[in-house]
C-alpha cells in the first residue's frame, strides 16, 4: 500500500489513516485480530456516555473536543465494518441463503434519541473552535450517523452470521432499509483525499466524517431493526460482504476446527554472559515439512504459466521437489538456532554475536538476529545483525563471523533462512525453484595449536546493473513478487565462479603438497541454485560433476541457507564420512558472490 499521496494542493496526505486497511492474511486466530482493533480503534475511543458525561460537566472546552470525541468513538462502533465487510443493501428474495460468504448482522436494539439529544445541547452550548460553519457542518454528519446507528458498538460480534446462521432464529433483528435510493450522495476516494481546510484539526475531522457518512449510505431515518422471519421478498436489507478474499479466508479459519500453526517457543530467561571459553562447532538445518513435487505444480499450474510437464521442470532446474513451511521465517531460524547451540554444548551466555543472513526477512524492527538473542536468552552480545546477501549469505555471514570471532573471542552464532513460499504468487520461474529451510552454525576459537576450520573466504558484489536486478523482491511490475532473470543471472554466476576458481588455483596447495588450494578441494557444495544451470558452468571450467554435491532434487533453491542444509544432507547421506575440506561457492541477487573454503567434519552434524 502507498504510505501517502500529494493532492492537489500540495498537501501529504496519508489515505490509509482514514480508509483502514489490515492484513488478514496475517491473523491466524480472532485474538490476534482482537489486539490491533483495541490497538487501532479502543484504546482512545471514548463511550457514548463517556461524551454525554464529559458534555454536562463541562469538561468540553471548545467545539473540536467533542467532535474528536464523537468521531473516535463512531470508528470504535464501524470497526468491524470498516476493517472487514463491505455493505450492500440488497432486495431479501436476492440475497443468497446458504453460502459461507454472504452475512447478514444480528443487532440488538439501541435507544439511543436521549443520548444523541445529550451531546448535541452539549455541542451547541459550547463555543466554535476554529470555523463555526465547517465544525457545524462535521456535526451534522456524525451526530446524524450516531442518531441513526443500529445497535450498541460494544454488543456486534468481528464474525457476523451467514444468512443460514441468522435465520436459525427468526426473531433475529437486522437492519431494513424501507426507502433505498441507489444513488444514496456520498464522498468519493478524490473527495476525501482533495479535502483541503487551512486548520489541520478541521482538515483530519472532515475527512473522518466523510468516511463515516459512507458507511450508511442510504436515508438513514429511514431504516429499522426488523425480525428476519418477517422479511417480504421485497424488502431492503444490508448484506455485508467480505471486503476481499483475505478477510474471507480470515473468517474461515476462525469458524473451522483445523489446526493452527504451531506457536513460537516462549523465550528463554537470560542469563548473563560468562569468560570466554573454548568452542565446539555446530551446523543444524530446519527444511520445510511440507513436500511440493512438480506434479503439485502442474496442479496447481496457474493461468498466467506456459505448459510445463513435471519431467520438463526436472530437466529444466534438477528439481524434482521443493519442501514449504507453515512456521514464519522466524520460528524456522529459532529452531535451527536451538539446534546448534545444543550440538555445539553451548549456552546462550556464552556467544558473542549473532549474525542472521536471509533475503526474504520481513522482520525489519527488531531485526531478526536480535529477534534470535531474546528468544534465546542472551543477556547481550557484541553484535547482533541481520546479513543481506541473498545466495552469498553463508560466505558473507562466516566472513563477518571470523572478524566478530578474533575480536571478542567468543563463539559467534551464523544463521541462515529463508521462506520464500509466501513471496512468490503467481511466477511461475519462481514457483518451480525455490523453496523453504533454514540452517544454523556455531563458529567459535579453535583449540590452542589446532589449524583452523575455515581457510579461506571471499566475498564480492556489484556489477552491471542488469546482474545487479537479476533477481527482484519485492518487484511492483510483478504484484511484489519474486521475480528471475535467467540469463543475467547465468552471466552473473558464469563470471564469479570463474573469478573464484582462478583465486584457488593460484593458491598454494594448503598441505604442502603439489598443485593448488582448488587440487586440494575434496568436495565442492555450491549453492543450490539451479542444478542444470551449476553443472553445465562447471563443466566449462573443467569441473567434472562427481566433485559436487547437490540435494537441489529434493529441497529447491532455498538462498542463503542451501549450502549449509547441503553439507548437512552431505553428512547424513554419507558423501561426507570424514573430516573434509570443502569448496562452497554462492552467488545470486545484487549481483553478489562469495565462497568459504572450510574443513568439515561429520561430528559437528546435528
Known amino acids: 500500500m502507498k504510505s501517502f499521496v500529494i493532492n492537489r494542493y500540495g498537501r501529504m496526505i496519508f489515505p490509509f489513516n482514514f480508509f483502514p486497511e489490515l492484513d488478514f492474511s496475517a491473523f491466524q486466530t480472532l485474538e490476534q485480530f482482537a489486539a490491533v482493533i483495541k490497538r487501532d480503534f479502543e484504546e482512545k475511543a471514548p463511550a457514548e456516555t ?42 431479501w428474495r436476492d440475497v443468497p441463503r446458504y453460502r459461507d460468504h454472504v ?28 470555523d463555526e460553519g465547517t465544525e457545524d457542518k462535521v456535526f451534522r454528519i456524525l451526530i446524524d450517523v450516531f442518531r441513526h446507528k443500529k445497535g450498541a458498538g460494544a454488543e456486534l460480534p468481528a464474525i457476523k452470521p451467514t444468512v ?62 426488523t425480525e428476519v422471519g418477517t422479511l417480504e421478498p421485497d424488502d431492503i436489507v444490508v448484506v455485508f460482504h467480505p471486503r476481499n478474499e483475505d478477510v474471507l479466508q480470515f473468517i474461515r479459519r476462525v469458524k473451522s476446527t483445523q489446526r493452527v500453526r504451531a506457536q513460537k517457543p516462549a523465550p528463554a530467561d537470560s542469563r548473563k554472559p560468562a569468560a570466554p571459553l573454548p568452542r565446539l562447532e555446530a551446523i543444524a538445518a530446519y527444511k520445510g515439512e511440507h513436500v511440493c513435487t512438480n506434479e503439485d505444480l502442474i496442479r496447481n499450474a496457474a493461468y498466467c504459466w506456459s505448459p510445463m510437464t513435471a519431467e520438463e521442470i526436472r530437466e529444466k532446474t534438477g528439481i524434482e521437489q521443493r519442501v514449504y513451511t507453515e512456521l514464519d521465517l ?45 528468544q534465546l536468552g542472551m543477556f547481550q552480545t557484541h553484535a547482533s545483525c541481520d546479513i543481506v546477501a541473498a545466495c552469498a549469505g553463508l560466505p558473507y555471514g562466516l566472513a563477518e563471523a571470523v572478524r566478530l570471532l578474533q575480536e571478542v573471542e567468543r563463539p559467534v ?21 525455490f523453496g523453504d529451510g533454514a540452517a544454523a552454525l556455531v563458529v567459535g576459537p579453535a583449540p590452542d595449536g589446532a589449524p583452523p576450520d575455515l581457510e579461506v573466504f571471499q566475498t564480492y558484489a556489484s556489477g552491471p546493473m542488469s546482474e545487479v536486478d537479476s533477481i527482484i523482491w519485492p518487484n511492483p511490475e510483478f504484484d511484489n513478487n519474486i521475480t528471475v532473470h535467467g540469463p543475467e543471472v547465468k552471466a552473473l554466476v558464469s563470471r564469479y565462479l570463474a573469478q573464484m576458481i582462478g583465486e584457488l588455483t593460484a593458491l598454494p596447495h594448503p598441505d604442502g603438497g603439489p598443485g593448488s588450494m582448488m587440487d586440494a578441494i575434496e568436495l565442492i557444495v555450491p549453492h543450490q541454485a539451479n542444478k542444470t544451470m551449476v553443472l553445465a558452468m562447471a563443466r566449462a571450467a573443467g569441473i567434472t560433476p562427481e566433485r559436487l554435491y547437490f ?56
Open 50 to 91: 463517556d461524551i454525554v458525561g464529559r458534555a454536562e460537566s463541562g469538561s468540553y472546552r471548545r467545539r473540536y473536543e467533542l467532535l474528536r470525541d464523537l468521531a473516535l468513538n463512531l470508528f470504535w462502533v464501524n470497526r468491524y465494518a470498516m476493517t472487514m465487510y463491505d455493505k450492500r443493501p440488497t432486495r
Open 103 to 130: 452475512f447478514l448482522p444480528v443487532f440488538t436494539p439501541w435507544e439511543g434519541g436521549e443520548l444523541a439529544a445529550a451531546i448535541e445541547a452539549g455541542y451547541r452550548a459550547l463555543r466554535p473552535t476554529w
Open 164 to 225: 443460514q446462521e441468522i435465520l436459525a432464529n427468526p426473531r433475529n433483528l437486522t437492519y431494513q432499509v424501507l426507502d433505498y435510493d441507489p444513488d444514496y450522495p456520498g464522498y468519493r476516494y478524490e473527495d476525501i483525499v482533495e479535502c483541503f481546510h487551512s486548520v489541520p484539526e478541521l482538515e483530519a475531522l472532515m475527512r473522518q466524517a466523510m468516511v463515516l457518512h459512507n458507511q450508511y449510505r442510504w436515508d438513514r431515518p429511514k431504516t429499522r431493526l
Open 330 to 374: 522466524d520460528h524456522m531460524a529459532l529452531l535451527a538456532a536451538q539446534a546448534a547451540l545444543r550440538k555445539a554444548g553451548r549456552a546462550p551466555e556464552e556467544i558473542g554475536a549473532v549474525l542472521f543472513c536471509s533475503c526474504t526477512s520481513v522482520k525489519m524492527m527488531p531485526s531478526l538476529a536480535t529477534w534470535l538473542s531474546g
Open 413 to 433: 552464532l551464523v544463521v541462515c533462512g529463508e521462506k520464500f513460499s509466501d513471496k512468490i504468487g503467481t511466477v511461475r520461474t519462481s514457483r518451480m525453484i
Open 551 to 606: 540435494n537441489i532434487e529434493r529441497v529447491g533453491n532455498t538462498s542463503s541457507a542451501s549450502i549449509p542444509l547441503a553439507l548437512h544432507d552431505a553428512v547424513r547421506e554419507g558423501v561426507i564420512r570424514k573430516p573434509s575440506r570443502v569448496f562452497a561457492p554462492g552467488f545470486g541477487a545484487g549481483a553478489v558472490g562469495g565462497y568459504v573454503v572450510m574443513r568439515v567434519d561429520p561430528a559437528v552434524i546435528a
